[in-house]
C-alpha cells in the first residue's frame, strides 16, 4: 500500500490549497479514505472522510463550510480542497485508508505540509 500525499505549501490566511493523495497497492473504491491532519506537538486529528461506494462524507467541525474532500476512483486519487485558510490549519495532512466497517485508520501517507502565515 502506497500513499503519496502532494500539493501542501506555504499560504496567506485566506488563502487556498488543493491537496492530492495518489494510492496504489489496493483496490482503491472499496475503501474509506480520510484526511487527518498533525499539528507540531499534537495528536493527529481527523479532518475529513468519504465512505467507499456511497461516497458519503462526514467533515471536523472545523472544516465544515471551508474544506471539500473527494475522490477518484478510477485514477486511485483523494482530493481535499482548503479555502479561506486561517494560521490555526498549519500542520502535516495525512491521507488515510479506513477500514470501511469500523473506520480504524489502516495505513497512512507520509503528509504533505501547510503552513499559513502572513
Known amino acids: 500500500v502506497h500513499l503519496v500525499e502532494s500539493g501542501g505549501d506555504v499560504v496567506q490566511p485566506g488563502g487556498s490549497l488543493r491537496l492530492t493523495c495518489a494510492a496504489s497497492g489496493f483496490t482503491f473504491g472499496d475503501f474509506d479514505m480520510d484526511w487527518f491532519r498533525q499539528a507540531p506537538g499534537k495528536e493527529p486529528e481527523l479532518v475529513s472522510a468519504?465512505?467507499?461506494?456511497?461516497?458519503?462524507?462526514c467533515y471536523a467541525p472545523f472544516a465544515n463550510g471551508r474544506f471539500t474532500i473527494s475522490k477518484d476512483d478510477a485514477k486511485s486519487t483523494l482530493y481535499l480542497e482548503l479555502n479561506n485558510l486561517k494560521p490555526e490549519d498549519t500542520g502535516q495532512y495525512l491521507c488515510v485508508r479506513a477500514n470501511t466497517t469500523d473506520g480504524v485508520p489502516l495505513s497512512w501517507g507520509q503528509g504533505t505540509q501547510v503552513t499559513v502565515s502572513s
Open positions: 468519504i465512505e467507499a461506494g456511497t461516497g458519503n462524507v
